[in-house]
């Protein structure tokens, strides 16, 4: 079993609604969460980035970790036809400078 | 420069041929890292230098993968003799304290 699984997708949305994104984990010590974009034929470009448990916002953007359920999530408000891409998630442990990375989800956000 | 920069963008490559890939990260970026990406899963860690010094190996990095980063500025990545299972997207990211930036990467396809 990995160490981070992610939904799988692909998932294909109309303009305009929210996409939700999930990550589980199974080691304990992660304590930094990730969400990376990634286009087609580019590098992955950092989104968001949380500390522990709790939410953070970042305009059209929601990252909220779990670390009971050890369960991240990912919400895109009033999604648009350029939030398609591939979503990974990404953790690490505190004093680890390697990220565990899911195996992405593909977003197609439809005109 | 403003982001981290990775050649040749594309290698194609006969099976058992020694190729190499350079990465010039964000200048005041001291941790340089390599990942390896195949077709549908996410990054897997490779290794990682503060400065000059390579501070962690993954398993994956076979005895036929070597990486340097002399006078702690760019990096390059052998792999020798490669092998068919070598084809994937060798990505460089950068970082000074939290949050990779990554390059466009590297795609290798060995026939």
């Known amino acids: 079993q990995k160490e981070v699984e992610q939904d799988p997708g692909p998932l294909s949305v109309p303009e305009g609604a929210i996409v939700s994104l999930n990550c589980t984990y199974s080691?304990?010590?992660?304590?930094?969460f990730m969400w990376y974009r990634q286009y087609s034929r580019k590098g992955p470009e950092l989104l968001m980035y949380?500390?522990?448990?709790g939410n953070k916002e970042d305009g059209r953007f929601t990252a909220q970790v779990d670390k009971s359920s050890k369960y991240i999530s990912l919400f895109i408000r009033d999604s648009q036809p350029s939030d398609s891409a591939t979503y990974l998630c990404?953790?690490?442990?505190?004093?680890?400078?390697?990220?565990?990375f899911g195996a992405g989800t593909t977003v197609t956000v439809r005109a | 420069d403003t982001g981290v920069s990775q050649n040749p963008r594309h290698k194609i490559t006969k099976r058992g041929q020694n190729v190499t890939f350079r990465c010039d990260p964000i200048s005041e970026h001291n941790r340089l890292y390599w990942y390896r990406q195949t077709l549908g899963q996410g990054p897997e860690f490779l290794t990682y230098f503060q400065n000059e010094a390579q501070l962690e190996k993954s398993r994956l990095l076979s005895d036929r993968f070597s990486a340097e980063r002399p006078k702690g500025s760019f990096s390059t990545l052998e792999i020798q003799r490669t092998e068919q299972g070598d084809s994937a997207m060798y990505l460089c990211?950068?970082?000074?304290?939290?949050?990779?930036?990554f390059g466009s990467g590297t795609r290798l396809t060995v026939v």
């Open positions: 080691n304990s010590a992660f304590q930094y």
């Open positions: 990211a950068s970082s000074f304290l939290d949050g990779y930036t």
């Open positions: 990404a953790m690490s442990a505190i004093d680890d400078y390697k990220l565990s």
């Open positions: 949380t500390y522990s448990s």
